[in-house]
């Protein structure tokens, strides 16, 4: 079978010809059909995490899957493979064929495309609980959004507006990302100072949800309310943050960090909510797929900020 995996951290995976593995009591054989590749994904390949799985390591976090041989489900089954360190420190979805353990795989609903049910988990998730979860989004309420072109930035604007939001601001760094936004969202175009200079001086909205980072955070955080919240997500546009304590403290902006790697519990009981949601169009998701030998590619326009949608492996 094909493997996508890692032999050096820092660089691309490398398209490998490796055995179909065996499994063992306790686990399944499954055929993938698609998985997604994540911000997570590029933050372990870089070899600066914390987590570091032995090399060659197959990525992959998350996908779909059809149970080819097992003791616990049918073969034929069409499962979400998420969880139990896969993908993490143990090998992933981005090949023809894994083994994992059963605990790591749920039957989902067929109805949805397997492309779909490979990325929907993390993004609809991540932006529920931003939204409701962290942020506790009330009817009225302002929200800004960074990053709404994008999967997790999308979902969190979907929801904030299904929360009956007065008004949600996207904000992407690119003027083409606005054809992107979910109908309803007010785009704000920029990075730094053009984004201050776009939503004015004064403070615009009670709630933050920032996936970005970097040079458009700060600019946000000031525009938020006294004693409001910003939730913090991602850092696509960069990593740390320089803060005037005096004049933070001031703001009495709420800090929440999102941190779904330890919320895997709850992205799993609200797996069955987002499919049904996905299912009646009450939510949308953008995908982009890439072959196999095409994940370099895919990679790098993950990193570049270039995607038209969630980007999705189908082997």
């Known amino acids: 079978m094909r493997a996508a995996r890692l032999h050096q951290f820092g660089q691309s995976p490398v398209i490998d010809e490796i055995d179909i593995p065996s499994r063992e009591p306790g686990q399944s054989l499954i055929k993938i059909d698609a998985a997604a590749l994540g911000h997570l994904d590029i933050t372990i390949a870089s070899g600066t995490f914390d987590i570091r799985p032995q090399l060659p390591h197959t990525g992959g976090t998350h996908g779909s899957a059809t149970v080819v041989d097992s003791d616990t489900i049918a073969p034929g089954t069409r499962v979400l493979v998420r969880g139990d360190g896969v993908g993490l420190f143990r090998n992933g979805c981005w090949a023809e064929y894994l083994v994992t353990s059963d605990k790591a795989l749920t039957p989902y609903d067929p109805n949805l495309s397997p492309a779909v049910a490979a990325t929907f988990s993390l993004p609809t998730a991540t ?66 100072d053009d984004v201050a200079a776009a939503l004015g001086t004064e403070p615009v909205a009670e709630v933050l949800i920032d996936t970005l980072g970097g040079d458009v955070l700060p600019q946000l955080l000031q525009r938020v309310t006294p004693g409001g919240r910003a939730v913090l997500i991602g850092y696509t546009l960069g990593r740390t943050l320089t803060l005037d304590l005096p004049n933070w403290l001031l703001s009495d902006v709420q800090l929440l960090p999102l941190n779904m790697m330890r919320k895997t519990a709850r992205q799993a009981e609200l797996a069955p909510e987002m499919i049904r949601r996905l299912a009646a169009g009450e939510l949308t998701l953008a995908i982009q797929e890439f072959a196999l030998d095409d994940i370099a590619s895919g990679l790098q326009l993950m990193q570049e900020g270039k995607l038209t949608g969630r980007a999705v492996l189908v082997p």
């Open 127 to 192: 932006g529920y609980v931003a939204v409701h979860d962290i942020a506790g989004v009330v009817q009225g309420e302002r929200v800004i959004v960074s990053g709404a072109s994008g999967a997790v930035g999308s979902m969190a604007a979907q929801f904030a507006l299904l929360a009956r939001a007065a008004e949600v601001i996207g904000v992407v760094p690119r003027a083409d990302q606005t054809a992107l936004l979910p109908d309803g969202v007010r785009p704000v175009v920029g990075r730094g």
